[in-house]
């Protein structure tokens, strides 16, 4: 779940077309994502279409700046008929983490102003 504690725990990911999820494999095996540990693949809001949703264990610290390159390991996802022979590199993850508060500190510090 996503819960706005400022450390990214999805990412969404759009296929080239709608892919078979009976066909294919949906786990922590799908996809390698750099600095972050996959716990999980599932398919998303919808079954049988081009998204498939990642869930990250949250790295510990905030990060809602990130855009870490993605990897579909090869054989993992097919349309039916065909998979990836070979695994795929994706460079260009989209930062669409909103910020979150991860610290307040009350001042006063006006000087009389
Ligand atoms: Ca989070
Ligand atoms: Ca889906
Ligand atoms: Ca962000």
């Known amino acids: 779940?996503?819960?706005n504690d400022g450390q990214i725990d999805q990412i969404l990911v759009t296929l080239s077309e709608a892919i078979t999820d009976?066909?294919?494999t949906l786990n922590n095996t799908t996809f390698t994502v750099a600095g972050?540990?996959?716990?999980?693949?599932t398919?998303?809001?919808s079954a049988?279409?081009?998204?498939?949703?990642i869930t990250l264990?949250?790295?510990g610290s905030a990060d809602t700046?990130?855009?870490p390159n993605v990897v579909l390991v090869a054989a993992k996802?097919?349309?039916g008929s065909s998979a990836l022979a070979s695994d795929q590199t994706f460079t260009g993850t989209t930062d669409t983490a909103p910020p979150a508060i991860i610290a307040a500190n009350t001042l006063d510090d006006d000087c009389g102003t």
């Open 1 to 3: 779940m996503s819960d």
């Open 36 to 41: 972050y540990t996959v716990s999980n693949t």
């Open 57 to 59: 264990t949250e790295s």
């Open 43 to 45: 398919t998303g809001a």
């Open 65 to 67: 700046d990130a855009t």
């Open 22 to 24: 009976g066909s294919s």
């Open 48 to 53: 049988n279409d081009n998204k498939v949703l």
């Open 77 to 79: 996802i097919s349309d």
